[in-house]
C-alpha cells in the first residue's frame, strides 16, 4: 500500500528521484494501445498513472511487441530526424523507438515511430521507471490478469508446512518459580538454513539475502527451438561418440562439416545433396540414445547478460502458441509461491515463418488462449528447480512463436516484435 501511495506522489511531486523510483519498478508495467493512443502505467493489477500518447503515423508505424527500457536520458537528440530534441527519453529498441516528451501529442498518431508523451508525464514517468522496466505496445487495448498454473515457477519454501510448535511436546520443567528463567520447546528447521548464527542464548537465523536484497529480476523466453539450437544439440551428440565436431554453438564450421561427414561415412548414409537431413539428424539421436530432438528452448537472462538456455517440449507443435507476456508481482518465501499476471498479444506470423516452423494451425484467442498453451508446455523437473531457486519479484517470462527477434542483443532484455514498423 505505501509503495503505490508513493508512485501517485511520484506523479505530482517533482522532487521524486529516480533512485527511490527505481525501488518500486520492479512491479511496474507500461501498457500502450494504439487503437486507444493511451499509456497505462500498472503496479501489479492496480492502475498507477495514465496519459494520452501520440504513436507513429502511417508509413512510420510504432512496431508492437514486448519491449524494455534500454536506456534513460533527460535529454537526448534523435540522429535520425534532424537532432529533433527528445527531452526525458526512455529507449526500447536500438534501432531507433523510445518514449519521450513532445509539444505536439495530438489524439491520433502523428510521430516517426516513437512514442510522444506530454511534457508533464514524460518527466514524471521518467521519475518512477528503472532500467529493465518492461513496456508493451499493442494494437489492441490489453490489459493484465492474475493467473495460477502449475507450469509456471514459484520459489522453493523456505519454513516447513505446519503450525508453530504443532508437534513438539513441551519438557517438564523442575525449576523453582523463583527463578525467571525457564526451559521451553521451539520448532527448528528440518535442514540446516545456512547463515544461522548463536546470539546469547536464542537463535538468530539470517534469510538468504535474495529475500531481503534480490539480484536483477529474471527474464525468462520460451520459443520454438532454432536451427542454431537444433545444430548445437547435434554438434554435442557428435563429439560424445567420437567426431570432433568443435565448440556445440550452432555454427555449421569446418570442424562440425568434417564430424557429420564422418557420422554419414559410419551409417552408410548419402553423402550428396544437403549435409543436414531429417534421416542425419534421426540417425545421429539414434547412435546416442537420445529421443526425438525437444521443439521448444527455454532462455533466461538476468541484467540483460544470457544466463541459461535449455530444451523444453512443446506439445503439438502444428498448433501455433501465440505471443503472451507474464510477470511476477508478489513472492511469498515461507509459503513458497509467486503471484503471476499475463497477458496476451496479437500475433502477427508471417506465411514463410509459419511454414518453415511447420505451424498449420492459428493459436488460439479469448480468455483460456494463456491457459492453453501452459498446458502444452513440459519443462524438465531439474530445469524448473533452477529457475524456481532464482525467481524473484518482477521476474517476468514471455512465450512466442516468433524467436529471437533481431532487436534482442547485447544489453537488451528479449525483445519480441509482433509487427515491425519502418524506424523511429
Known sequence: MFKRAAIVLALVSSCATT??????????????????????????????????????????DTPTGIFSVLEKRKY?????????PMPWMQRLTWSGIALHESKSVPDYPASHGCVRLPAAFAKSLFQMTARGVHVIISDETVAPVSIAHATLFAPP???PAGDFLSDVPLRPSNVHSSIQQVEVAM?????????????????????????????????ILITRRSERDQLADMQAML??????????????????????AGFKRWKQLPDKGPLLTEQVEAALYASAGRQTAPNGQLMVRQGFK????????????????????????????DKGTAAWQGLTLSNDLPDATAKRLGITLEADRGPD?????????????????????????????????????????DGTDFITVTHRGPRG
Do not use: C, W
Open 369 to 409: 488462449a494463456l491457459k492453453n498453451v501452459l498446458d502444452r508446455i513440459s519443462i524438465a523437473d531439474d530445469l524448473r528447480t533452477r529457475i524456481n531457486a532464482m525467481i524473484s519479484t518482477g521476474t517476468s517470462l514471455t512465450i512466442t512463436d516468433l524467436g529471437l527477434g533481431p532487436e534482442t542483443g
Open 187 to 219: 520448532n527448528m528447521p528440518r535442514s540446516p538454513v545456512s547463515g544461522s548464527r548463536l546470539s546469547g542464548s536464542s537463535t538468530v537465523i539470517d534469510q538468504p539475502q535474495a529475500a531481503e536484497d534480490e539480484s536483477a529480476p529474471l527474464r
Open 306 to 333: 544470457d544466463i541459461l538456455s535449455e530444451p523444453v517440449a512443446i506439445k503439438d507443435p502444428s498448433h501455433a502458441i501465440g505471443t503472451h507476456f507474464l510477470t511476477v508481482t508478489a513472492v511469498d518465501r
Open 157 to 159: 519454501a523456505l519454513r
Open 19 to 60: 533512485v527511490a523510483a527505481a525501488d518500486d519498478a520492479r512491479t511496474l508495467q507500461i501498457i500502450v494501445s494504439k487503437e486507444s493512443q493511451q499509456l497505462t502505467v500498472y503496479d501489479g493489477a492496480n492502475v498507477v498513472a495514465s496519459s494520452k500518447v501520440s504513436t507513429g503515423k502511417p508509413g512510420h
Open 76 to 84: 537526448h537528440e534523435s540522429n535520425l530526424y534532424s537532432n529533433a
Open 239 to 260: 563429439t560424445e561418440l567420437g567426431f570432433d565436431a568443435g565448440p556445440a554453438d550452432g555454427i555449421l564450421g569446418t570442424a562440425t562439416r568434417s564430424a557429420l
